[in-house]
T-cell receptor
Framework: DSGVTQTPKHLITATGQRVTLRCSPR?????VYWYQQSLDQGLQFLIQ???????AKGNILERFSAQQFPDLHSELNLSSLELGDSALYFC??????????????????FGPGTRLTVL | QKEVEQDPGPLSVPEGAIVSLNCTYS??????FMWYRQYSRKGPELLMY????GNKEDGRFTAQVDKSSKYISLFIRDSQPSDSATYLC????????????FGTGTRLKVLA
């Protein structure tokens, strides 16, 4: 158990709908990352927050947004869902934001994921 | 060309075999390299990270980086059925960015 929690575990919804995925980082971790994992694309970085502020963006669609709250939990909002959005969505957390000089405190710990199915 | 490439497998080996998992990367500026293990329906977990060229050992696992050929490897000695998982390599881009770049993963099956 990494200490990162994600809810819900599974989500089934229809095209055009909007969903919210929730992540609670490990105790003491200030940085949260969101990833999308699909069979053909592998693990793709979406966005990173550090202590409530956005730090980096990856291949995140405009239909997707995220935020990190004062209690450090994070939510990923996916709207106008399409069939191709079906994937596993992972949240990871680290003490510090990964980058510049990698240290053990940059290690990203992953949650169990949310499996999203868009019908 | 993808920035990090891995053979997706599956790679099937008998119990006790030495396993070699490999990744290539495209940008010589990449500095740090990690190996994550992901069991089915679970999140990835960090196995090892390395910085410089050479070997780093941790129990049955050895990570190797060859920056001259932009090649990284993970060796598993005395492989066990419990090692059956998908192994993802990852790297951190040059200074100023904060994202990890992952390979697509190699699925390993260790047969009892």
């Amino acid at each position: 158990d990494s200490g990162v929690t994600q809810t819900p575990k599974h989500l089934i919804t229809a095209t055009g709908q909007r969903v919210t995925l929730r992540c609670s980082p490990r105790s003491g971790d200030l940085s949260v990352y969101w990833y999308q994992q699909s069979l053909d694309q592998g693990l793709q970085f979406l966005i990173q927050y550090y202590n409530g502020e956005e730090r980096a963006k990856g291949n995140i669609l405009e239909r997707f947004s995220a935020q990190q709250f004062p209690d450090l939990h994070s939510e990923l909002n996916l709207s106008s869902l399409e069939l191709g959005d079906s994937a596993l969505y992972f949240c990871a957390s680290s003490v510090w934001p990964s980058g510049l000089d990698f240290r053990s405190t940059d290690t990203q710990y992953f949650g169990p994921g949310t499996r999203l199915t868009v019908l | 060309q993808k920035e990090v490439e891995q053979d997706p497998g599956p790679l099937s080996v008998p119990e006790g075999a030495i396993v070699s998992l490999n990744c290539t990367y495209s940008n010589s500026a990449f500095q740090y390299f990690m190996w994550y293990r992901q069991y089915s329906r679970k999140g990835p977990e960090l196995l090892m990270y390395t910085y410089s060229s050479g070997n780093k050992e941790d129990g049955r696992f050895t990570a190797q980086v060859d920056k001259s050929s932009k090649y990284i490897s993970l060796f598993i000695r005395d492989s066990q059925p419990s090692d059956s998982a998908t192994y993802l390599c990852a790297t951190t881009p040059p200074s100023g960015t904060y994202k990890y770049i992952f390979g697509t993963g190699t699925r390993l099956k260790v047969l009892a």
